[in-house]
């Protein structure tokens, strides 16, 4: 997907993004964005939880990104239609200078649509209009999964008229640091979370950070699946060995889910899909407490309105054992072998 990093000053009306096929019945249109290049705008008010645009792929290469070449994206073009070609050739003028190659403009409008849940291998779709949407790391819409070959974006708030509209690039930038971010990203980011020196944007490394260390300390392992190899994450090394070896109290497994889901709310990050995805891990460490009384804290945390209020009934839990400990940490090594 393209990064828009120009000057918009320099797009003149006669901008080939014009010409790209937009469907009348979606929400916004395509016009330059400060400092972006190109972006897309809400022309009505969208809801929160709307569709946006459901895309398909003007054509696919079942390759890894690092094995396409020309010959693969120009071997695609060749079957394409004569309307389908032209919209491709749009594609060329990616700011002040042309792209260079067949492969730069597929590289710069495409999208991995494997399914990763189901270890499907990549897949790489061209998508014209979603490669306009811009990047931000607090995001007002997101593609929640790839159904089939078809990309569908929802909006994850409510968004005004006139607002621009955009999603988060990567998968795991809730876990990032705005330096990692911009690292994976090669190029600056704008958004609220990546204003240098700001209060906000100190505040938002630090909850991502957090978020990460909560998560090791609860899988015992880090985004990639491997143990850390420094101390990076986890400075305390009792703390490492006892998340690497699945050691960690039902409780503490209860308080870290809800810290990592407050930080997430905290940060703009909890959206409805976000939700959804950590709601069944939550719900099933609720339903694994055998000690009455842990059992009587977490129910009337999870009554609780907000997850402010549920995080600060169920601190009463802090360095409370459980009678299924053991259990729940011989189950995980048997899932998660350790060394």
Known sequence: MTTHNFDHTAISAGHPYHRLEVPAEVPFELRPSPGKGWGAFAT???????LILSEKPTFII???????????????FQKLSPRQRAQFLLLHNNGTSRCTSMNEAFAENSFNIANSDRDEPEAHGLFPLHSRFNHSCIPNSKVPTVSGEIISTFATRDIRVGEEINFCYNTDFEFRTRYERHQALRF??????????????????????LIRGLQYLARGVDLDGQRLCSHSIIFDC??????ETFSITLSSRFLYALLSIFFLEEEGLLDAFMDARLRPSLDKTVQLFKSESNQGIVGLAMEQKTWAKRLQVAFRLYGREDAADYEVTLALRRLRPFV
């Open 62 to 76: 079942r390759k890894s990104h690092t094995e396409i070449t020309d010959y693969h994206v120009t071997m695609a």
């Open 188 to 209: 600056t980011c704008r958004c609220v979370a990546c204003l240098p020196g700001t209060p906000f944007q100190q505040l938002s490394d630090l909850r991502r950070r």
């Open 44 to 50: 009505k008010h969208i809801d929160r939880g709307s």
């Open 238 to 243: 009792t703390q490492r060995f006892v998340a």
